[in-house]
């Protein structure tokens, strides 16, 4: 039960954390090293990470959470069809997300969160990310919103450090308010009632081909996405 402890993962969290912990001044990793980590995770442990997929019928999308220290959190995010997350900030923290299985959209906005009170443009750049494609954001690059279209998708995210709550914009009316992260389960522990494992729902016949990660939602159980 406890995959958590198994040698991918141990080799993987270790190696996340000599990354992170190289103490730059600010702080800042190198991305790319996070990539390639991912990708070497992945591709030698899915069937390990597809353990974490569960699945609440209801929810736009669901959170799972892997491992979290001081440093990083790890977690698995599970995508209804055409489940939107809010549009977000990071909350300063530095944001990797891997598609495992489906596709996600992600619109962009380059803007300063901190000084925008509410976003009602148009996204200034839309793109769609497939299995084995990572997306990349922190706080400099500006905010996005996730989503999924038809197919039901899977996304393993990695955050440095992790946050609690973030700058969020409501995907409808644009306002600001703060979300904060909650999982529907934490290591395995099931917190939520209402899940099932993704296969369950979904089927596993074609589960993850390949592999890939995403953003993060808010606790704030909004209908928009992420
Ligand atoms: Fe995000």
Same mark, same amino acid.
């Given at each position: 039960?406890?995959?958590?402890?198994? %040698?991918?993962?141990?080799?993987?969290? @270790?190696?996340?954390?000599?990354?992170?912990?190289?103490?730059?001044?600010?702080?800042?990793?190198?991305?790319?090293?996070?990539?390639?980590?991912?990708?070497?995770?992945?591709? $030698?442990?899915?069937?390990?990470?597809?353990?974490?997929? +569960?699945?609440?019928?209801?929810?736009?999308?669901?959170?799972?959470?892997?491992? #979290?220290?001081?440093?990083?959190?790890?977690?698995?995010?599970?995508?209804?069809? +055409?489940?939107?997350?809010?549009?977000?900030?990071?909350?300063?923290?530095?944001?990797?997300?891997?598609?495992?299985?489906?596709?996600?959209?992600?619109?962009?906005?380059?803007?300063? %969160?901190?000084?925008?009170?509410?976003?009602?443009?148009?996204?200034?750049?839309?793109?769609?990310?497939?299995? $084995?494609?990572?997306?990349?954001? =922190?706080? $400099?690059?500006?905010?996005?919103?996730?989503? $999924?279209?038809?197919?039901?998708?899977?996304?393993?995210?990695?955050?440095? %450090?992790? +946050?609690?709550?973030?700058?969020?914009?409501?995907?409808?009316?644009?306002?600001?308010?703060?979300?904060? @992260?909650?999982?529907?389960?934490?290591?395995?522990?099931?917190?939520?009632?209402?899940?099932?494992?993704?296969? #369950?729902?979904?089927?596993?016949?074609?589960?993850?081909?390949?592999?890939?990660?995403?953003? =993060?939602?808010?606790?704030?159980?909004? @209908?928009?996405?992420?």
């Amino acid at each position: 039960m406890n995959d958590i402890f198994s %040698p991918g993962f141990r080799e993987f969290s @270790s190696q996340l954390l000599t990354a992170f912990c190289k103490g730059t001044e600010h702080n800042v990793v190198d991305k790319s090293e996070v990539i390639h980590l991912f990708e070497k995770f992945v591709d $030698n442990n899915f069937e390990t990470i597809q353990k974490y997929a +569960y699945v609440d019928p209801t929810k736009n999308y669901t959170r799972n959470l892997i491992l #979290e220290n001081e440093h990083f959190s790890l977690m698995v995010l599970c995508w209804n069809p +055409y489940a939107k997350s809010c549009i977000h900030a990071h909350g300063g923290s530095q944001c990797w997300l891997r598609v495992l299985k489906g596709q996600v959209k992600e619109c962009l906005w380059d803007c300063d %969160p901190y000084k925008e009170s509410k976003i009602n443009t148009p996204p200034h750049r839309v793109s769609f990310a497939n299995p $084995n494609d990572v997306l990349y954001i =922190d706080d $400099n690059k500006g905010v996005h919103c996730i989503e $999924n279209l038809e197919n039901p998708t899977i996304t393993l995210h990695c955050y440095a %450090p992790p +946050y609690k709550s973030s700058k969020c914009f409501d995907a409808s009316t644009g306002a600001e308010f703060i979300g904060s @992260s909650i999982f529907d389960s934490e290591s395995l522990l099931l917190k939520n009632p209402n899940l099932s494992p993704f296969e #369950e729902i979904y089927g596993g016949d074609e589960v993850m081909e390949d592999a890939g990660c995403g953003c =993060d939602d808010y606790g704030k159980d909004c @209908s928009c996405g992420h």
